[in-house]
């Protein structure tokens, strides 16, 4: 039986063994999928020493990840960190499909267009680094890339090579930026409640927003997104179910249908306060 890992810290809470079993269940491929807790210091040992045939690899190590690939495909490059592993001789090559899972939920899911969008991401860590360029290849009008720590938000708009659509802001500057027809929150802020004070001018009655986290740890800004008075907003569940059914096609061949997996998520979490 092949055998697959999600690493990350902390890792109990993992949604992606369920969808990977669930995956399984529904195209007959016969995989084990685990969860194996790491951090910076264990994540190259424990990967080696799992033994495993493909990996995904979540907060914090998606850079990491990308420092200990051997290729990279295209779409990790922009991004400049790997959520995505698969064997290449006895090295690893790296993927990202968190920038084309979340496009697929917001457009496919919950039909949006995207095109001509302005756009603000919050944050400028692993989860963004996917996304943005997804976002921009979607064909987005701008993006204002705002992060806590400004230097990543500039490097990040650097490595995204498009300064005309792309503009990184300190956090500072975010009452400044007037009204976004699309809110991504891709920061960790939220998983301990801490999310910083948001403009609501940044809101119009048409904006959605969507937080990359779910369960509890999105309360916080969608909380702050309906109060803001937008249209719709969005959990990261969906964009969570579509980067695990690209990983699973890119490792077994076979894209495997979503909206059941996701319905059975979507329960799942609703019912578990710890998700
Ligand atoms: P990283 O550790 O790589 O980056 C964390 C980001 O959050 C940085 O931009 C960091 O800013 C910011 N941040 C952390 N704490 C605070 C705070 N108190 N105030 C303001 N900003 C803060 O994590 P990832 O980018 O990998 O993940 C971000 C979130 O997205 C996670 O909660 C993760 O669960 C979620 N996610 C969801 C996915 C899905 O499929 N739905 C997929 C991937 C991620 P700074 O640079 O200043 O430290």
Redesign the pocket.
């Known amino acids: 039986m092949r055998r697959y890992a999600v690493f990350g810290s902390p890792i109990a809470h993992s949604l992606s063994p369920f969808i990977h079993a669930a995956f399984a269940r529904q195209t007959g491929i016969a995989l084990e999928y685990v969860a194996i807790e790491a951090g910076h210091g264990d994540f190259a040992e424990k990967l080696a020493a799992s033994g495993v045939d493909g990996a995904n690899v979540?907060?914090?190590l998606?850079?990491d990840a990308f420092a200990l690939c051997r290729s990279t495909s295209a779409r990790a490059q922009r991004a400049g960190a790997v959520?995505t592993l698969l064997h290449e001789g006895d090295g690893w090559r790296g993927d990202n499909t968190?920038g084309l899972?979340l496009v697929r939920d917001l457009t496919e899911r919950h039909g949006l267009d995207l095109r001509d969008r302005r756009v603000l991401l919050l944050?400028?860590?692993?989860?963004?680094?996917?996304v943005a360029p997804a976002l921009l290849d979607a064909g987005i009008h701008s993006l204002y890339i705002a992060?806590?720590?400004a230097e990543?938000a500039d490097a990040l708009a650097d490595a995204l090579g498009d300064p005309a659509r792309v503009h990184p802001r300190g956090w500072d500057a975010l009452s400044d930026l007037g009204e976004f027809d699309l809110l991504v929150n891709?920061?960790?802020?939220?998983?301990?409640g801490?999310?910083?004070v948001l403009p609501m001018a940044l809101v119009a009655p048409r904006s959605v927003a969507v937080d990359?986290?779910?369960g509890a740890?999105a309360v916080a800004f969608l909380a702050w997104a309906r109060a803001a008075g937008c249209a719709q907003a969005l959990d990261?569940?969906g964009?969570?179910v579509e980067?695990a059914a690209e990983s699973f096609s890119l490792w077994h061949g076979v894209r495997p249908e979503t909206d059941a997996v996701y319905a059975a998520l979507r329960a799942r979490v609703e019912t578990s306060p710890a998700a």
């Open positions: 979540t907060l914090p998606k850079e959520n968190d899972g944050g400028a860590g692993g989860a963004a680094r996917g992060n806590r720590t990543r891709a920061t960790a802020a939220t998983r301990t801490a999310l910083p990359l986290n779910y740890s990261g569940l964009m969570l980067q």
